[in-house]
């Protein structure tokens, strides 16, 4: 064989390799566009996605996050506080005379905050989808001497009486005070609104439709949007224990903290950018911890680690949160919430028809 055979021959073997190269790309290509074809008709099949979604839904979520707001509840109080030699009993709440027998008064108040949804924008009114617990406070806190073997009688050491309470929502600061338009504590949800005078034209109402929490299943997937210390966050979480009663309750696993509750919880149905609302944050599971703590606050003395403590030592309380155990109301409630209350709420001139007749039936 010469060298113009052997040329010929390294010509040819080339050639076979592009043309082989060129056959698995093709394969190649087939398999994937058969992969495309068989995962993404899945997606169809009328169910709640129980996988992360297959494309960007950042434009979508961004939108749902400019319809939460943070929710303010703040109480005041008139404290009436009282010595020991004073003797106040409970009685002497239950007839009056604690005020001639108090040593002084002072003003105080509590501040409690959550997540809300606008639900309603006529452009004058508004009015937003909640818990109820968070709108809840007690009408008189009572604190008490420690008993005594001498003194076995509880002794009030301060009574705070209940003055006014008001609601504030982030975004709205020429709204004022928002109110109450319907509230189930048991069922834990609640409407607040506000008519604003034409000042609401550039906020987003809640645009998606609603869901069924009853067809959610082990392994749903969820987006939770809230705020959380404060913190706009949406997260993500999975659904477990779905239809846990007839209503279609259901817990999931994202980890929230405390102002979630009243941040409402979206499933996708057949991928995005179909999502629904499902549910509302209503609780997070949590326990009581005890440590012991010195006479002072740590951020109030500045103690130093190498020296034995020798000071008295208190007993402390925290609440601990058990990350990953939540609990939400299902939409179903939401919606038997709306319809019991729906004649006071357009007595009032609040007609959330359209929010509540949105979506799957």
Known sequence: MDLMDLSLTGMKMKQLTIILIIVLVVLAGGCIRKTVKTVYPSL??????????????????????????????????????????SHVTRSDILSGTFRRLALGTIGTHETNSGSATIIMNSGQKIALLTCAHILDSPDTLLSFFPLTANDPIEMVKSI????????????????????????????????????CGGKLDSFELFNYPSGRAR?????????????????????KGIVSHPNGDA??????????????SGGIVLAIRDGVPNFELVGMVKSISSHMGYYLKPEKNIYEFQYNEFIPYSGE???????????????????ESIQEFYKKNRPGLITQGYNLDPFFSSGHR
């Open 247 to 260: 209503s279609g309750s259901f817990s999931v696993d994202a980890l929230l903290n405390k102002g979630f």
């Open 44 to 85: 169809s099949d009328g169910r709640y996605d129980s996988e992360f979604p297959y494309r960007n839904a950042s434009d979508e979520i961004e939108t749902i996050t400019h319809s939460i707001r943070k929710l303010f509840h703040v109480v005041y109080y008139t404290t009436y506080q009282f010595t020991a030699n």
């Open 160 to 195: 705070s009486i209940k003055e006014k309470q008001e609601l504030f929502v982030k975004g709205f600061p020429d709204c004022g005070t928002f109110v109450t338009l319907a509230m189930d504590p048991e069922a834990d949800i609640a409407i607040i609104g506000k008519e």
């Open 313 to 331: 030592t208190y007993v402390g309380s925290e609440e601990v949160i058990n990350y990953g155990i939540n609990y939400v109301v299902p939409f």
């Open 215 to 235: 067809e959610l299943e082990w392994g749903s997937f969820v987006y939770v949007f809230g705020y959380p210390l404060g913190n706009l966050m949406v997260t």
